[in-house]
């Protein structure tokens, strides 16, 4: 049983001002495995404070110096790799499959902001003018929970290349991860003040944050319910605002393509982090001519999932992360019934044999329509709704049918065909015959998937603000 009791603020690790606590679970034994002591307002605000008084020399620092930082920000990440992993698949219940390509992620996000750093230019001629791309100031950074190490590290890293300086809130269900991380952050050696980590509540660090007139940025990672929030609360001191929120990703099997090799690729990409995932690709549209082929192979490859025990190599599909998202998860399979959907594999309740975990049936729909809700809401889970179409315009059609926009995917044997299809769906990212990431591209969401962009050169841009000097 462990007990974090340190917050960090002003390079120091200190004992929070707040006494609530909130407990840890193990999401495959609902076990209790530790206790996190919270922050609260008046510790949010010393961290502010620090941040503010450390700002004006981060933000002189030179491009050299952040290079540096950065990769001393790199090395302590990299020692601590197998203790990530190893936080990551106790407190939040990710597989090894996933936990290992979400830390060599967070690892490797400031050695990729290096390389954007390298490139960029902090001063540019336009027209007849010097324009220079300045540090915005103090930012306040929200992290989820279904990819904490990996939120604080691509963030952190943007401020840092940008002279930034920071105030941290992650998620306090990934405490174990935030402490393994802020402790490396330390051994980084930046200076004191450039960041600042406070474990608590939304609705009590993150609205300080919010609504902190010291605070000139807020970078969020979560749900859209609670990114509105903080867009609508950040508009009376007219914070910049980066949104990164859900999504309700659709994929495209176009008429030619190899349904052999593309359902597994779109089961992978619906369960991706056992479906746990803002990108998950949660709609497959398939052509109407090829549905009973799609549902044979569909089932086949579901029904040869491995569910279980997220610490074991086999392991596809872990456990919700709470009890609380499990029953979410459970109300929306119930709901697809009640919808008159058809139920393919899957279902209600837990796997034979996983009773004592927040454990999923890997389930699938078919006959969804666009109106149902199952087809439209943002379940966070492991359930696939099967849409079919007509022709591409259709295909089109139902794919951008949605509040959403933060990914979709195209399957074709066709390349070019594909990438014509890419480029009419609204999605701030589309991934062509497979399920990839460019950690120098732009990452973000159109619609109510969120606003402005991360990662590389325009990750970066995001906190800074440009000024025109006139000669």
């Known amino acids: 049983m462990k007990t974090i009791d340190k917050i960090y603020i002003n390079g120091q690790f200190v004992t929070p001002q707040g006494t609530d606590t909130f407990k840890l679970y193990n999401p495959a034994t609902n076990e209790q495995t530790g206790t996190v002591v919270l922050g609260n307002e008046e510790d949010t605000r010393a961290a502010i404070a620090f941040a503010k008084a450390a700002w004006p020399g981060f933000s002189r620092s030179t491009k050299a110096q952040r290079i540096t930082w950065l990769q001393q ?14 936080a990551m698949v106790n407190e939040y219940g990710g597989t090894l499959q996933f936990t290992r390509a979400s830390i060599n992620m967070a690892i490797n996000n400031p050695r990729e902001m290096i390389n954007t750093l390298q490139h960029f230019e902090f001063e540019r001629t336009v027209g007849q003018s010097r324009v220079r791309l300045e540090s915005v100031g103090v930012a306040g950074i929200i992290t989820p929970w279904n990819s904490n190490a990996g939120f604080i590290t691509s963030k952190l890293s943007a401020a840092v290349a940008a ?18 991380v ?32 010291d605070i000139a940025k807020i970078s969020f990672t979560g749900s859209t319910v609670i990114g509105k929030t903080i867009a609508r609360d950040a508009t009376a001191t007219l914070k910049r605002v980066t949104l990164e929120l859900g999504g309700k990703s659709p994929n495209i099997l176009l008429d030619d393509a190899d349904l052999e090799k593309a359902i597994p690729l779109a089961i992978a990409a619906a369960y991706n982090n056992s479906g746990q995932a803002c990108i998950a690709a949660t709609r497959l549209l398939v052509p109407e001519k090829h549905l009973e082929a799609v549902k044979a192979l569909v089932k086949t490859t579901v029904e040869n999932i491995k569910v279980g025990d997220p610490a074991k190599e086999e392991t596809a599909v872990g456990p919700m992360v709470s009890l609380k998202q499990y029953e979410r998860v459970q109300q929306y399979i119930r709901l697809g019934l009640e919808e008159g959907a058809e139920l393919l594999v899957g279902g209600i309740g837990h796997p034979e044999g996983l009773e004592a975990g927040n454990f999923v049936k890997p389930t ?21 709704s099967i849409l079919t179409y007509k022709d591409d315009a259709e295909a089109v059609a139902i794919a951008n049918d949605t509040d959403y926009g933060l990914a979709a995917y195209v399957s074709s044997a066709d390349e070019q065909r594909a990438l014509h299809i890419a480029a009419q769906l609204h999605a701030g990212r589309v991934m062509v015959n497979g399920f990839k990431h460019d950690p120098q591209a732009p990452f973000g969401g159109f619609k109510q998937s969120g606003l402005g962009r991360e990662f590389g050169a325009y990750g970066l841009e995001a906190y800074l603000e440009p000024k025109t000097i006139l000669i």
């Open 163 to 180: 002279g930034v300086t920071s105030v941290i809130k992650p998620s306090e269900m990934s405490a174990q991860q935030t402490q393994i």
């Open 364 to 384: 699938v729909f078919v006959q969804v329509n666009n109106k149902m809700r199952i087809a439209r809401e943002e379940i966070f889970g492991p359930v696939l």
């Open 73 to 86: 920000m790199h090395e302590a990440l990299a020692k601590r790799r197998e203790q990530l992993i190893d």
């Open 182 to 213: 802020m402790e490396a952050l330390h051994e980084a050696g930046l200076p004191a003040g450039a960041f600042n980590i406070v474990n608590g509540l939304g609705p009590v660090v993150g609205a300080e944050l919010t609504r902190h007139p």
